[in-house]
């Protein structure tokens, strides 16, 4: 009986609040009714909010105030899609703009998305004609201000000689950004704390992104059944020369099927006698 009326008061807690509860629904309910989408009309995606002028001519008024406020640095700013602004800096200038764009009241851009690389070995300069800075490898930072839910680019350029101040002492969650655009790109980050690779295995030869890297690769990993382990080995291609014909009677391209084909000639010899006309 005395473990009776110990278990009565949270008995009686519970009863009370599960008829709260009760309660609290049955008011709620006509308005948790589900949402039926009507399929009269045209459907569009509604994954992107549209963009307006004003919101365009906000994002041209501070690119104009970040370049106003860092001219040294600061070599172009546009406005790519409508809604995306993007900065184009010096390479010297990687840790000014980035602490002037976290810790201005203005800009507030406290979270490092993504630090992406771009290889264009055939662009020889960069962003304009007038940049005298020659490089192969395009340096992309995303950055995103929660306090005015905005993103912004800032971009850069290097070369495979010439290191970029590393990020990290900005943003801490640099770190493995920038070790992936090393191991991808071969792009030197000075003063990194931890620069290694990232992605690729222990002793890897060369830098997989860049354009000049072969598709096959330099050297085959395989396991061995007899070693009873993964071995690495030089590439072998033991593929033969094979020659093919793409010549065919039955064209697939609709654009030469009204073109006249001439019938293929057998090489011409002096000693060969050229073969009886058939009777008809």
């Known amino acids: ?15 009370i609040k599960q008829e709260q509860f ?43 105030y970040v370049a106003k406020c860092l001219p040294k ?15 184009m800096i010096d390479p010297e200038g990687v840790l000014p703009v980035l602490y002037f764009l976290k810790d201005h009241h203005l800009a507030q851009f406290t979270n490092l998305v993504d630090i992406a690389g771009v290889d264009v070995p055939a662009r020889k300069y960069r962003f304009e004609p007038t940049i ?26 290097a070369d495979e000689l010439t290191p970029i101040d590393s990020a990290c002492e900005v943003f801490r969650g640099a770190d493995w950004y920038e070790r992936e655009v090393w191991d991808m790109y071969g792009v030197f980050f000075a003063n990194h704390p931890d620069l290694r690779r990232i992605l690729t295995d222990y002793g890897f030869e060369g830098h997989p992104q860049r354009k000049d890297f072969p598709l096959s690769g330099y050297v085959e990993v395989r396991y061995d ?12 291609l033991a593929q033969e020369f094979r020659k093919f ?18 019938p293929l000639e057998a090489p ?13």
């Not at 609290?24 to 009269?40: A, E, N």
């Not at 992309?140 to 680019?153: A, H, K, P, Q, T």
């Not at 059944?225 to 072998?236: G, H, N, S």
């Not at 793409?246 to 391209?253: A, G, I, R, V």
Request: one cysteine or more; aromatic letters at 8%; hydrophobic letters at 35%.
């Open 73 to 87: 640095y600061v070599q172009k700013v546009q406005v790519a899609c409508g809604d995306e602004l993007e900065v």
């Open 225 to 236: 059944d007899e070693l009873k382990r993964v071995v690495v080995e030089p590439l072998e």
């Open 1 to 15: 009986m005395a473990s009776l009326f110990k278990l009565a008061p949270k008995i009686l807690s519970r009863s």
């Open 22 to 64: 009760c309660r609290v629904f049955q008011r709620t309910s006509p308005f948790l009714q589900t949402v039926r989408c009507q399929t009269t009309g045209d459907l569009k995606p509604t994954i992107r909010t549209p963009i307006t002028s004003m919101v365009t001519q906000n994002l041209v008024d501070f690119g104009d």
């Open 132 to 157: 005298t800075y020659i490089g192969n490898f395009q340096i992309v930072y995303n950055l995103l201000s929660i306090r005015y839910n905005s993103r912004i680019r800032v971009k850069t350029y």
């Open 245 to 262: 014909d793409l010549s065919s009677p039955w064209e697939q391209f609709p654009a030469h099927r009204d073109q006249e084909r001439k």
């Open 268 to 280: 011409k010899d002096d000693n060969q006698v050229p073969p009886k006309a058939l009777p008809k």
